[in-house]
């Protein structure tokens, strides 16, 4: 992401830290997390940040009813989960986000492409709901990958069962979307 937008997300998810609730965010204090699993939910707040950027869109843009309410779904679970995760982070002394240097031991962090995502908010017409659908489910293909990774390496019980949740959903989400792209709105 370009250093004006990774500095403006940054606020942004250092404002939602600063509201985030702390309820089911686990122990307090104690040292029962990795590093794995703090880069691995700092990643995902901004990851989350960027999804609902991408979920917002459909708000007013043409597509399908079905479409519309799938992005507002998305939009309202990452709301969630970045209070949930921000929390965490919190009760633990943990920074919201990562200086971007520390995600290359972390395999980078993922992210849609910011040209991808103006491209995206320039379109108006009818081919909006499937760049819309394609830029989503890379973006939710992302999350997946990260998830797997905490599966894989992290140590945290809170921290593993949102990345299985997330595996789990974001999967489920990518079969939906891309089931719209198969059976197009009819126009006439």
Known sequence: MARGVTRRLGAAVLGLALLAPLAGCGGRGGRDFTADDVMFLQMMV???GEGVRIARLAR??????????????????QVNEIQTMAGWLRERR??????PRGHAAH????ATGERAVKALERERGAAFERRFLNVLIAHQDDAVQMARAELGKGGNAFARDLAGRVERSRTAQIRQMR???DHPP???
């Open 46 to 48: 901004a990851h989350h």
């Open 60 to 77: 007013d843009r043409p597509a399908r009813p079905q479409v519309r309410t799938l992005a507002a779904a998305i939009e309202t679970t």
């Open 94 to 99: 943990q920074p919201p986000v990562a200086d």
């Open 107 to 110: 395999g980078g962090m993922p």
């Open 179 to 181: 089931a719209f792209l």
């Open 186 to 188: 009819v126009t006439g």
